[in-house]
């Protein structure tokens, strides 16, 4: 008799391979599950997101800065490393820092989300002191890779559609100065004498508005800075 209520109740319950079989359907559905969210393609979504919210948010504060200076900003006031130069176009990547008087219309720059694997890339017309168009590439992160940026804004006068023909620029290097000693830098006027720990801030030295719109290096030397050949050549 009391054999018998044993058999009952262990009938009543799950078997092992029973158990077995649940616990995989459950393991299965999770899998499909996961499969289905991609949590690595959703944090890829919400990082294009910021990138495109970002960059709508900073066309509008370029488009405020034209309407006030008839021109555009050059690298010098938006850029966080050196200023590149093709021609009559100017690149360098949208850094962390800017200048007091673009502060005024957006604050502080931001990076790309993935900096310093991926950066905004701004290009900007640079045949003369006042750029009269701009454009800023992007790398989103859904996109496939192809060695070119996908995305892009722009002033109305150019299109940003020129982005996905630009290869992707690689950062610039920073220039280097001793900050104990006499440099000088390539002005619009000639080179100046400045000192580094003169509260302007490294690697610059005097007034950044000031610094030859193609060339923003730091030189030892006057003559070195002179020179032609070491790409002062606003002079």
């Not at 294009?48 to 800065?65: N, P, Q, V, W």
């Not at 176009?89 to 790309?112: L, P, V």
């Amino acid at each position: 008799m009391h054999h018998r209520k044993q058999s009952k109740v262990f009938r009543k319950g799950m078997t092992l391979m029973e158990v077995l079989i649940v616990v995989s359907i459950i393991a299965a559905i999770a899998i499909a599950f996961i499969v289905y969210l991609n949590p690595i393609q959703q944090i890829n979504k919400g990082m294009d997101a910021k990138r495109k919210l970002y960059l709508d948010k900073l066309t509008k504060s370029l488009e405020g800065y034209y309407n006030d200076n008839k021109s555009y900003p050059d690298g010098n006031y938006i850029c966080y490393d050196s200023i590149q130069s093709s021609g009559d176009n100017c690149f360098c990547h949208i850094g962390s820092t800017s200048s007091a008087k673009f502060k005024n219309y957006i604050g502080e720059m931001q990076k790309d989300p993935q900096s310093p694997d991926k950066d905004y890339l701004y290009q900007y017309d640079c045949s003369s002191s006042k750029p009269s168009w701009y454009r800023i590439c992007s790398q989103l992160s859904t996109a496939v890779y192809t060695g070119k940026y996908n995305y892009g804004v722009s002033s109305p006068n150019v299109s940003s559609d020129e982005c996905t023909n630009i290869d992707i620029v690689s950062n610039a290097p920073q220039p280097t100065v001793d900050p104990n000693s006499v440099n000088y830098y390539c002005s619009s006027t000639g080179c100046k004498l400045c000192f580094v720990n003169n509260g302007k801030g490294s690697p610059y030295c005097g007034d950044i508005s000031d610094y030859c719109s193609t060339s923003h290096n730091i030189y030892q030397t006057q003559s070195d800075c002179e020179d032609p050949n070491n790409g002062c050549d606003c002079l």
